[in-house]
Nanobody, 116 residues
Framework: QVQLVESGGGLVQTGGSLRLSCAAS????????MGWYRQAPGKQRELVAV???????NYAASVKGRFTISRDNAENTVSLQMNSLKPEDTAVYSC??????????WGPGTQVTVSS
């Protein structure tokens, strides 16, 4: 099993920045993809950004150029630097770790609210 704990959410004004972090513990494999998803009220969960074991990244079009994902394999952490935040970025952000097949682990989520 893998446990994920997010931190760094909160309330910020439009144009502001936040940094989310996710710490993983447990039976972690180096080949795991790590990333962030979000779910706004009344909407489906969507991919924000993911990074694979080789460091390749994939971003949602809506956040490209504003958000940056990074991972520290030695510390088993993944972070999301969010700049130029917009009200439409308001959501619960959840950390993901796994291989989209047998292994799929989720954090409990952290609220990000961007005020206009």
């Amino acid at each position: 099993q893998v446990q994920l704990v997010e931190s760094g959410g909160g309330l910020v004004q439009t144009g502001g920045s936040l940094r989310l972090s996710c710490a993983a513990s447990g039976n972690i494999f180096s080949f795991f993809t790590m990333g962030w998803y979000r779910q706004a009220p009344g909407k489906q969960r969507e991919l924000v950004a993911v990074i694979n074991s080789g460091g390749s990244t994939n971003y949602a079009a809506s956040v490209k150029g504003r958000f940056t994902i990074s991972r520290d394999n030695a510390e088993n952490t993944v972070s999301l630097q969010m700049n130029s935040l917009k009200p439409e970025d308001t959501a619960v952000y959840s950390c993901y770790m796994g291989n989209y097949r047998v292994y799929n682990y989720w954090g409990p989520g952290t609220q990000v609210t961007v005020s206009s």
